[in-house]
Each structure stands twice: as structure tokens, then as C-alpha cells.
């Protein structure tokens, strides 16, 4: 996804009223990090939430395999 002047301005913005809340212990990644989970892309969300219900999938059913039988 390519930038655009409006995505910098928005992001412009945000950044500038957390710092105007008084928010200047963070550093730019931070308030960068912020302002992507605000405006996070559904599908993109949906993919990531998809990925992480795999991965516990694949965790519980390894978990399961690695436990010893217990008699």
C-alpha cells in the first residue's frame, strides 16, 4: 500500500494532539504504532486474526502430542 499526502496529514494530526494531550513519553513508533491499530485495515484485520486462531491450533495440537501418556 503506497502513502498518500492524506494518510500523512491524518497521521500528522493524530500525532499532534497526543502530544498536545500532554503524550511526550513516547517516541514516534509508538504514537505510529498507535495510530495503525486505530486505523487498521479490516481485511487485513481479519487475516491476522485468522493467522493467530491457526497458530493456537497448531499449538494445542503439538502441545497434545508432546504430552506423555499418563496410565
Same mark, same amino acid.
Given at each position: ?8 496529514? &491524518? ?5 499532534? %494532539? &497526543?502530544? %498536545? !494531550? *500532554? &503524550?511526550? @513519553?513516547?517516541?514516534?513508533? @509508538?504514537?505510529? *504504532?498507535?495510530?495503525?491499530?486505530? $486505523? +487498521? !485495515?479490516?481485511?487485513?484485520?481479519? !487475516? @491476522?486474526? +485468522? ?17 506423555? $501418556? %499418563?496410565?
Amino acid at each position: 500500500m503506497s502513502v498518500t499526502e492524506q494518510d500523512l496529514r &491524518r497521521f500528522q494530526e493524530y500525532a499532534l %494532539s &497526543r502530544i %498536545s !494531550d *500532554g &503524550r511526550t @513519553d513516547c517516541e514516534l513508533e @509508538d504514537l505510529l *504504532g498507535e495510530w495503525r491499530s486505530l $486505523n +487498521a !485495515d479490516p481485511a487485513q484485520q481479519r !487475516d @491476522d486474526l +485468522a493467522a493467530i486462531k491457526e497458530a493456537i491450533s497448531q499449538w494445542k495440537v503439538a502441545s497434545e502430542r508432546s504430552r506423555p $501418556n %499418563s496410565k
